[in-house]
């Protein structure tokens, strides 16, 4: 195995110390952020190590590549944007904390996703149509080293998609700004231009994203061990463990635990690091 380590700040006595609890037989720079400890074992005292001095690790195979996948899929909200588009929207309406509230109880597993979407989408009733391209051309930002991710798999030749919670309003046009290859999301239900407060169709949650993700993972012909999927919240669990590889990014505690590899400190982007 190779210990991937990542950091905004490295220092050399903590790559040092590493090496030692990982009997690691040498150091490889990856980037600026990123090295290789090759040859590593594990050791217990590593993952607290390195949460004390604000380190990712992964502990990868050797020979692990991107282009060993076929298929990456994303969260949006919080995983490939930077913020909550449903806590938003209710900004625009003045019910931004029940909303808020209800988003953050669901996201640790409190609350169950259909039921959660439901209430949330309900507070918006009346909201103008027009307020949620408000939003995106206001609030919603990639999350640091989402383009150079999602490139970099698009040139290894992976498909790519988000499934999200949320809705299609913003999937729709965050799948043409990226040039994802699929997109799945939540329909909100409009009449007279204005949000009636209702969800169209059934509600895509926790079952509904791993059920999309089966869906295009068999349409591509794809085993599950060529599939990575990236998340941020409960409702992501059954996504991640639907995968071959789970991904947890700046994760809620009940994802971290079930995930393959964390990613709390560095950006998206720190995904290409584990598959050089």
Request: net charge negative; proline share 3%; glycine share 8%.
């Amino acid at each position: 195995m190779n210990l991937i380590i990542q950091g905004l700040d490295i220092e050399n006595s903590d790559l040092r110390a590493l090496a030692k609890l990982a009997q690691a037989s040498h150091i490889e720079r990856v980037t600026k952020q990123a090295f290789r400890l090759v040859n590593a074992r594990s050791h217990p005292d590593i993952p607290e190590y390195c949460a004390e001095v604000q380190l990712d690790y992964a502990f990868v195979p050797i020979g692990t590549k991107a282009a060993n996948f076929g298929l990456v899929a994303m969260d949006m909200d919080s995983t490939l944007i930077a913020i909550e588009s449903i806590d938003e929207m209710a900004g625009m309406c003045n019910v931004k904390p029940q909303v808020a509230e209800i988003t953050q109880s669901t996201m640790r597993g409190e609350i169950d996703f259909a039921e959660s979407l439901i209430r949330r989408t309900a507070l918006m009733e009346g909201l103008p149509q027009e307020a949620l391209q408000k939003v995106y051309d206001e609030k919603v930002k990639l999350n640091p080293g989402a383009e150079k991710m999602l490139q970099h798999m698009q040139m290894a030749g992976l498909k790519t998609m988000v499934i999200s919670g949320g809705y299609t309003f913003f999937t729709d046009k965050i799948k043409a700004k990226l040039g994802l290859d699929f997109a799945f999301a939540n329909t909100l239900e409009v009449k007279d231009k204005k949000l009636t407060g209702q969800v169209v169709g059934k509600i895509i949650g926790a079952e509904g994203k791993a059920e999309a993700l089966k869906r295009i993972q068999d349409e591509l012909g794809l085993r599950k061990e060529q599939v990575i999927a990236i998340g941020d919240g409960a409702n992501d669990l059954r996504m991640l463990e639907s995968a071959g590889i789970g991904i947890a990014y700046h994760a809620k505690p009940i994802l971290r635990e079930k995930s393959t590899y964390s990613i709390n400190f560095v950006g998206l982007d720190g995904i290409i690091n584990l598959f050089e």
